[in-house]
């Protein structure tokens, strides 16, 4: 039977491992066909393990961690995840920005993703200063063959979380693709949802 916990700033410490762990597993696959690096995730998780208002929101399955789902004020951000938003003339300060949500693939379909995007939405409620939840997704081409048969994208799921892609918002960032010499910059479109204040 699978739980939920969340963890904020300091306390995301010890649980590191197990998201560069998650990363690494979940996201090789299909879309994003990521050749894992421990040393990149390290330097990833810098990021969130510096900042006070980070968030963990992690599943277990007994002691195991077995999902994940992260957000960090974007302030908090690196500028490559800023920028898009400075040139659009939005407030940074404003913006609670999503990391990843990773999930094992035997979990999925339990409701998980959903509970992921309600503990970040609340998370950043409470923090009271923020009206927008953004997140972003790598770009992949309709016909690009290394799509598997009956590969559903989570364009629909996110749509109905109320969240919409922006065309002329976007990010590069390098990864190391399977299969690939060396790193390669992938493209990743933001996706942005008005998040109402706390009732």
Request: proline content about 6%; some cysteine.
């Amino acid at each position: 039977m699978t739980h939920v916990r969340t963890f904020t700033g300091a306390t995301i410490g010890p649980h590191l491992d197990d998201v560069a762990r998650l990363r690494i597993a979940v996201f090789r696959a299909f879309p994003y066909l990521y050749d894992g690096d421990v040393g990149y995730e390290a330097g990833y998780l810098q990021t969130y393990s510096r900042s006070p208002e980070s968030l963990f929101v992690l599943a277990f399955d007994g002691d195991r961690v077995v999902g994940a789902s992260t957000g960090i004020a974007l302030t908090d951000e690196t500028a490559a995840f800023q920028q898009p938003f400075v040139e659009r003339g939005i407030d940074l300060g404003r913006v609670f920005y999503f990391g990843e949500s990773v999930l094992l693939p035997e979990y999925r379909g339990q409701g998980l993703g959903h509970r992921f995007f309600d503990e970040r939405e609340a998370y950043a409620r409470r923090l009271g200063r923020f009206d927008t939840t953004a997140f972003c997704a790598v770009v992949r081409a309709a016909d690009d063959p290394r799509r598997p048969a009956g590969y559903r994208p989570n364009d629909a799921f996110w749509t109905k979380r109320g969240y919409v892609q922006q065309p002329d918002m976007r990010c590069a960032i390098e990864w190391k693709e399977i299969g690939a010499a060396a790193p390669t910059v992938q493209q990743l479109a933001f996706w942005l949802r008005a998040l109402e204040p706390a009732a």
